[in-house]
């Protein structure tokens, strides 16, 4: 069995050869360790191993890994799940990053329940890039409009996007995917409606970050290849 510190060395080599293959700067690209389901535990093998960005999914749980962890006061929490909108307090709280804005109503509550000694919250606006019907994720003809009025809002950072391509495609169409997201992403930084940052493209997870990172990818969401097989049984 290998152990957490291999795997983050190992998915760390993968980053930095597709980086290397992309003709990218070495250490342009994030890697952000997924870990819903996993215990606080494995969080903490994680972070002595060197790895402090963390993405949840379920708001409960994160709360309580957070608990258990609250004397690693490094670690840097990542929102990645769908967001239900009376929910929107503790990840306003609790929270640096989340990634799964896909609707104004949402961006407007975290704005408001962002506490003022903190700085703002960074988002990325998740978009629905190949407009799957069940699929969360703003639609892209909907992306210049909600991206402006989270530019108006003056606790949120928005630092850019979020995709999860539909993984039962060829790898061309998930490639072209990821090229989607990546043009949209240019497109808002010439959008002069739309302020903020805009330096992030969240894509690529453990089966396809080399892919992602071809197209452009900053951070990247691992879960498998850094924890093993997700057990949902638990
Ligand atoms: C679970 C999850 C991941 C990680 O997926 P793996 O295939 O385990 O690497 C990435 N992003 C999101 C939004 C997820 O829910």
């Known amino acids: 069995m290998s152990s957490i510190a291999d795997n983050i060395r190992s998915v760390t080599r993968r ?3 597709a980086t290397e293959a992309a003709g990218r700067t070495d250490g342009s690209v994030r890697l952000l360790a997924v870990s819903k389901t996993r215990p606080a535990e494995d969080l903490r093998l994680a972070a002595a191993a060197g790895q402090h960005a963390f993405g949840e999914n379920y708001l409960q749980e994160a709360l309580d890994k957070m608990e258990a962890l609250a004397d690693l006061p490094q670690l840097e929490w990542h929102f990645i799940g769908p967001i239900q909108s009376n929910k929107t307090r503790p990840i306003a709280e609790y929270f640096q990053w989340v990634h799964s804005v896909d609707r104004l109503k949402v961006a407007r509550r975290l704005n408001d329940q962002r506490p003022e000694d903190l700085p ?15 699929k969360s994720g703003c639609h892209p003809g909907e992306l210049d409009d909600l ?35 990546a043009r949209a992403l240019e497109n808002l930084q010439k959008n002069p409606q739309v302020t903020g940052p805009l330096d992030t493209l969240s894509m690529g997870m453990s089966g396809d970050l080399e892919l992602a990172i071809a197209e452009g990818a900053t951070l990247v969401r691992v879960g498998t290849a850094l924890f093993g097989p997700r057990d949902y049984s638990r």
């Open 120 to 134: 703002p919250l960074n988002i990325c606006v998740q978009v629905n890039i190949d407009e799957e019907a069940s």
């Open 15 to 17: 980053i930095q050869k």
């Open 147 to 181: 991206a402006a009025a989270i530019s108006d809002l003056p606790r949120l950072s928005l630092r850019g996007l979020m995709a999860i391509p539909d993984p039962d495609q060829s790898e061309d169409a998930l490639r072209a995917s990821f090229h989607r997201l």
